[in-house]
C-alpha cells in the first residue's frame, strides 16, 4: 500500500482545498487576518481522525485479514509446513555440526 504523503501547510490559506471548501463563503479580509498559528490550528482540527473511524477501520483490516487467512488457507498452511521442514532441516545441519565438531576435539585428546 502507497504511503500517503503528509499535507503540506498551503502558504496561503485560500489557495489551499481544504480551506477553499471551509472558507469560500467568508471573505479573503477575514481569512487572511488570521495568524499562521490559527491556521494551523485550524488544519489540525481538519485533519484529525474520530476515535470511532480508527476503531471502524481496523476492525475493518481485521475482517479483512481473517477473510484472506480464510481464502487462503491452503496456501498459508503449505508455507507453514515448508518453513516447519526449512527449520528443522537447520537444527539437523547444525546438530550434525556441533557433532564433527566435538568428535575433532575428542580425537585430539
Known amino acids: 500500500m502507497p504511503s500517503k504523503k503528509p499535507r503540506a501547510l498551503p502558504k496561503e490559506p485560500f489557495m489551499h482545498s481544504i480551506y477553499c471548501d471551509r472558507y469560500r463563503r467568508k471573505n479573503r479580509e477575514e481569512l487572511n487576518s488570521k495568524t499562521r498559528e490559527q491556521m ?54 547444525a546438530k550434525e555440526r556441533l557433532d564433527r565438531k566435538t568428535q575433532r576435539v575428542e580425537a585430539r585428546r
Open 40 to 93: 494551523v490550528r485550524l488544519w489540525a482540527l481538519d485533519v484529525t481522525v474520530s476515535p470511532e473511524i480508527l476503531a471502524a477501520r481496523l476492525e475493518a483490516r481485521r475482517e479483512a485479514a481473517r477473510k484472506y487467512r480464510e481464502k487462503n488457507k491452503h496456501k498459508l498452511k503449505m508455507k507453514a509446513r515448508e518453513t516447519h521442514a526449512a527449520a528443522a532441516e537447520e537444527r539437523h545441519a
